[in-house]
């Protein structure tokens, strides 16, 4: 038992700290590559372009309109599956800041998913911005019926 040297507690901490640097450096590469591929969803650039034409939402968010990042661990409002997909996205202006809800559908889970309905919810109103007719509420949607975070 002489021959095994102990470990000094500061080398311990050390080791402790350069993990949890590590882990929490990984933690955030991993959070933005997943934000980066859900700004690259067609249908999320599309609402975009949509929310930016759109005079009711220019007149109610006020130029020019910033985008936040989407709740990742919010899956009641964001999710995408086999043939619908939901994001909640937090938007902001120079009047006012709320949420843009932008659903979309595809027929098969090899189809590029197409724009259903925007909905953009403020503080004292929601105003729909697009509505293709195409988005069903189901029992099988993640979404409960018009619910905003």
Do not use: C
């Amino acid at each position: 038992m002489g021959s095994l040297n102990r470990v000094r507690l500061s080398t311990l901490v050390q080791i402790a700290a350069g993990g949890l640097i590590a882990g929490s450096t990984a933690l955030y590469l991993a959070q933005k590559s997943v934000q980066k591929k859900v700004r690259a969803l067609p249908h999320y650039a599309e609402s975009l372009r949509i929310v930016a034409e759109h005079e009711k939402a220019k007149e109610a968010l006020g130029p020019p309109i910033e985008l936040g990042t989407v709740d990742l661990s919010d899956r009641l409002h964001n999710y995408v599956d086999k043939t619908t997909s939901t994001l909640m996205v937090p938007v902001t202006g120079s009047i006012a800041a709320g949420f843009m809800q932008v659903r979309a559908v595809r027929d098969s889970p090899t189809d590029t998913f197409a724009t259903a309905q925007i909905k953009l919810y403020l503080d004292e109103e929601v105003v729909t911005i697009y509505d293709t007719g195409a988005w069903r509420e189901t029992s099988s949607s993640n979404t409960t019926a018009g619910a905003a975070p």
